[in-house]
């Protein structure tokens, strides 16, 4: 069937530090992918997307990679802050519909 | 430009009652999509709606739920019959167009379902 999933459930890092979200998709005909910040009792938030022609796409302070021979995405965040502590899912778009994977916990230690 | 509207925030039911929670999409966006998140995992896909039409409802279970989204007014999802695993947060999104889901897609701040 289809999934996304993540491999690390929690990930903590000391604020200034870069952070290295990953995630591991099953899907090789989906062609486009995205992270979403999902903070405490609120809906997700779109981050950075990233097409299957692409291999990396950067943003503010955050960068997405795309490995299609591995199925494997990632999410960077450099210079880690406070407010990014939150959840983060990965995302694949599949038939008109995104498919999630369980997300990640970032804490970010001052 | 008001965001993706959802309410009530919060919602607490008896078994055995009715739940029906309401989406208002941004203004211009006529799709909108439905999901449903347990405690600690992800979001998972229920259904697809343009105006007045379902597009997808794959991730919709056969019995008790259903969804709308009419010409006019917001796009509803009705629970009937609740039971204590309804309890979750539901999500809905709206993008002006189909063809997929990503920058043009917002998500609203959900209905927390309780059953009690």
């Known amino acids: 069937g289809e999934s996304v999933g993540l491999h690390l459930p929690t990930l903590s890092v000391q604020e200034g530090d870069n952070s290295i979200i990953n995630c591991a998709y099953s899907?090789?005909?989906?062609?486009?992918f995205i992270w979403y910040k999902q903070e405490s009792g609120k809906g997700p938030q779109f981050i950075i997307d990233?097409?299957?022609?692409?291999d990396k796409r950067q943003g503010q302070r955050v960068t997405v990679l795309l490995n299609k021979t591995v199925k494997h995405l990632s999410l960077q965040i450099a210079a880690t802050q406070p407010g990014d502590s939150a959840v983060y899912f990965c995302?694949?778009?599949?038939?008109?519909?995104?498919?999630f994977g369980a997300g990640t916990i970032l804490r970010v230690k001052s | 430009n008001a965001g993706v509207m959802q309410n009530p925030r919060h919602l607490v039911r008896r078994r055995g009652q009715e739940a029906r929670l309401r989406c208002s999409p941004m203004k211009g966006h006529s799709h909108v999509y439905w999901y449903r998140q347990l405690p600690e995992e992800g979001l998972k896909f229920m259904v697809y709606?343009?105006?007045?039409?379902?597009?997808?409802e794959s991730g919709m279970p056969k019995e008790r739920f259903s969804a709308e989204f009419p010409k006019e007014g917001p796009s509803i999802l009705r629970i009937q019959q609740v039971v204590r695993g309804d309890s979750a947060a539901y999500f809905c999104a709206s993008s002006p167009r189909g063809g997929g889901v990503g920058t043009e897609a917002f998500f609203g701040q959900g209905t927390r379902l309780t059953v009690v």
């Open positions: 990233i097409r299957s022609n692409m």
């Open positions: 709606l343009q105006k007045e039409n379902i597009i997808d």
């Open positions: 899907n090789s005909a989906s062609d486009y």
């Open positions: 995302a694949e778009n599949h038939r008109d519909k995104l498919v």
